[in-house]
């Protein structure tokens, strides 16, 4: 499922303070254990609800290394790119990820991790590939 939380929302202090402590919680577990992938996933999230778009990249980054046939990692990772207006790369991530069996368009519609990227030209090609996998064209 795609990340639950948007860099949208306004956060309280208290809530920033709990997030930065799972933060670190999660990077220490992160240090003992690199390649543990709930772990990564919950520090990807939890870096993009905190506004630290760089550090989820390289997270998800290294998600997509680690679990090359998950489409919700490269999901994912299109948001990361997107975030830090690479689009080029968000775009091909996303591709990626529908061509691995990514199919939930209507959030991909609305995500506002996205919203930068679906403004741009090249998008049309992703709402192409859509069009086809509704219709079963090939």
Same mark, same amino acid.
């Given at each position: ?15 920033? *303070? ?33 506004? *630290? ?49 990514? *199919? ?13 990227? *679906? ?20």
């Amino acid at each position: 499922m795609p990340r639950k939380s948007s860099p949208s929302k306004k956060l309280t202090t208290a809530e920033q *303070r709990e997030l930065d402590t799972k933060i670190e919680f999660m990077e220490g577990l992160i240090r003992r254990a690199p390649d543990y992938v709930d772990a990564l996933q919950l520090l990807g999230d939890h870096y993009t609800q905190r506004g *630290r778009f760089t550090e989820g990249l390289h997270v998800d980054e290294q998600l997509a290394r680690l679990e090359p046939a998950n489409p919700l990692v490269f999901y994912n990772l299109a948001c990361s790119y997107s975030l830090t207006d690479e689009f080029d790369r968000a775009l091909a991530a996303l591709g990626h990820a529908i061509e691995l069996g990514y *199919r939930d368009f209507k959030w991909l519609a609305k995500d506002p991790d996205l919203k930068k990227l *679906r403004a741009q030209p090249a998008f049309a090609g992703i709402k192409d590939k859509i069009r086809q996998f509704k219709t079963g064209e090939p």
